[in-house]
């Protein structure tokens, strides 16, 4: 496999990872002794708020920990830890294999703690979806959270709230493969479990959940 040579780091060349705004290696770090994901960026703006918000996250198992930011002609690199496994899909109208309703709220909730300590940021992730969630195995512990160039400012409780909404929309594509339009026709068979993921989807009226911890409280009951 052809590599390169970017400071301390050798990349392969071939991506693990292609987004809209960059492209994923697998690289090594020479120095710290250990394989690293580092994130190819060409605008540089949209690379450096992506990295500052990265940096400021505190430590969380569902969350890649940031390991350096550098330029290097004319393109920007993040530095992250490398994460074993493959996301969910593409977008929320995309096909996926179907998983139990237990599995399904496991991996619901970890979504969930990892978006608690981002939030410690004063930012939301503003883009949970198949493609910005990876597993290894489909083991709940696994989960990490990824692609933070979306990431906008918490200036009120109710921006916070596009992420719950966007994580009980995941829930419901674990369980059924997909989003269906309209959400209603979504097949869960625990009738209190679907009462609970539709009220985190109603993100305009006060009723609804008013944190991420309040939520993840309603759905412990069914892991």
């Given at each position: 496999?052809?590599?390169?040579?970017?400071?301390?780091?050798?990349?392969?060349?071939?991506?693990?990872?292609?987004?809209?705004?960059?492209?994923?290696?697998?690289?090594?770090?020479?120095?710290?002794?250990?394989?690293?994901?580092?994130?190819?960026?060409?605008?540089l703006?949209?690379?450096?708020?992506?990295?500052?918000?990265?940096?400021?996250?505190?430590?969380?198992?569902?969350?890649?920990?940031?390991?350096?930011?550098?330029?290097?002609?004319?393109?920007?690199?993040?530095?992250?830890?490398?994460v074993?496994?493959?996301?969910?899909?593409?977008?929320?109208?995309?096909?996926?294999?179907?998983?139990?309703?237990?599995l399904?709220?496991?991996?619901?909730?970890?979504?969930?703690?990892?978006?608690?300590?981002?939030?410690?940021?004063?930012?939301?992730?503003?883009?949970?979806?198949?493609?910005?969630?990876?597993?290894?195995?489909?083991?709940?512990?696994?989960?990490?959270?990824?692609?933070f160039?979306?990431?906008?400012?918490?200036?009120?409780?109710?921006?916070?709230?596009?992420?719950?909404?966007?994580?009980?929309?995941?829930?419901?594509?674990?369980?059924?493969?997909?989003?269906?339009?309209?959400?209603?026709?979504?097949?869960?068979?625990?009738?209190?479990?679907?009462?609970?993921?539709?009220?985190?989807?109603?993100?305009?009226?006060?009723?609804?959940?008013?944190?991420?911890?309040?939520?993840?409280?309603?759905?412990?009951e069914?892991?």
């Amino acid at each position: 496999m052809q590599q390169k040579e970017l400071n301390q780091y050798m990349v392969n060349l071939e991506p693990i990872g292609k987004g809209v705004y960059g492209i994923v290696y697998l690289a090594y770090d020479q120095l710290e002794k250990r394989r690293v994901a580092i994130k190819e960026l060409e605008n540089l703006e949209r690379a450096t708020h992506e990295a500052y918000v990265m940096k400021q996250c505190g430590i969380s198992k569902f969350l890649p920990t940031f390991y350096d930011f550098f330029e290097n002609n004319g393109k920007a690199y993040i530095v992250m830890e490398y994460v074993k496994g493959e996301t969910f899909g593409e977008n929320f109208d995309s096909h996926s294999k179907k998983r139990d309703e237990k599995l399904s709220v496991q991996i619901t909730i970890n979504i969930l703690k990892g978006l608690e300590v981002f939030h410690k940021t004063g930012f939301y992730h503003d883009d949970i979806k198949p493609k910005n969630v990876m597993i290894h195995n489909d083991d709940p512990e696994t989960v990490k959270i990824i692609d933070f160039n979306s990431s906008k400012k918490i200036e009120n409780v109710g921006l916070m709230k596009k992420d719950l909404s966007d994580t009980a929309q995941m829930c419901i594509f674990l369980i059924n493969g997909t989003v269906p339009e309209p959400v209603d026709k979504a097949e869960i068979h625990n009738r209190k479990l679907k009462s609970i993921l539709f009220k985190a989807l109603n993100t305009d009226a006060g009723d609804n959940y008013n944190s991420l911890k309040e939520f993840i409280a309603e759905l412990k009951e069914f892991r």
